[in-house]
Antibody
Framework: QVQLQESGPRLLKPSGTLSLTCAVSGASISSSNWWSWVRQPPGKGLEWIGEIYHDGSTNYNPSLESRVTMSVDKSKNQFSLKLTSLTATDTAVYYC????????????WGQGILVTVSS | DVVLTQSPLSLPVTLGQPASISCRSSQSLVYNNGYTYLNWFQQRPGQSPRLLIYKVFNRDSGVPDRFSGSGSGTDFTLKISRVEAEDVGVYYCMQGLHWPYTFGQGTKLEIK
């Protein structure tokens, strides 16, 4: 059974940088899947941040593209999200997710991590 | 960006009764392979989203058959044949064809 687990700091200051990691178990990060990040501000809807393939190819949401970097660490079987120049509007639950196939998009999700941006 | 508009946004339903959620897209979601990349997710209170339906009508593994998806082009529907207590939560449609992928606003299903 594939499991995803987000980790990282939960309280950050404005203008700071968010760095989150998604540890993958039960599957290889090098399998033929896209690995995604999605966020959800408290009480609001879902926003797709972007996705990364094991070869490092990425697709980012243009609304965040100037501040987002995703990477893959094959040796640790994990992938990461970096978001710079934080403001309070970046406060959200951040989820990592996996496409099971090109058809079954975002079929597996992590439990999510609440990141709060506040001075 | 592709805008997905869901209706209704709030859906009170009596246990055992059917429920229906509409999702309309601002652009066609049909790829040149003929497949349509419209998915449905369920988010129960306090939980992560769960893929229910992919490519319009395909139920993901373990999804009860009381859930069904239909539609084509830009107009899609999620139906629950008989609502159960465990179906309470927010339902989102999502398009996975055009970058950036986008979600509908969400429909909150509650028991009347």
């Amino acid at each position: 059974q594939v499991q995803l687990q987000e980790s990282g700091p939960r309280l950050l200051k404005p203008s700071g940088t968010l760095s989150l990691t998604c540890a993958v178990s039960g599957a290889s990060i090098s399998s033929s899947n896209w690995w995604s990040w999605v966020r959800q501000p408290p009480g609001k809807g879902l926003e797709w941040i972007g996705e990364i393939y094991h070869d490092g190819s990425t697709n980012y949401n243009p609304s965040l593209e100037s501040r987002v970097t995703m990477s893959v660490d094959k040796s640790k079987n994990q992938f990461s999200l970096k978001l710079t120049s934080l403001t309070a509007t970046d406060t959200a639950v951040y989820y990592c997710a996996r496409d099971v196939s090109s058809d079954q998009q975002l079929a597996t999700w992590g439990q999510g991590i609440l990141v709060t941006v506040s001075s | 960006d592709v805008v997905l508009t869901q209706s209704p946004l709030s859906l009170p339903v009596t246990l055992g009764q059917p429920a229906s959620i509409s999702c309309r897209s601002s652009q066609s979601l049909v790829y040149n392979n003929g497949y349509t990349y419209l998915n449905w997710f369920q988010q129960r209170p306090g939980q992560s989203p769960r893929l229910l339906i992919y490519k319009v009508f395909n139920r993901d593994s373990g999804v009860p058959d009381r859930f069904s998806g239909s539609g084509s082009g830009t107009d899609f529907t999620l139906k629950i044949s008989r609502v159960e207590a465990e179906d309470v939560g927010v339902y989102y449609c999502m398009q996975g064809l055009h970058w950036p992928y986008t979600f509908g606003q969400g429909t909150k299903l509650e028991i009347k």
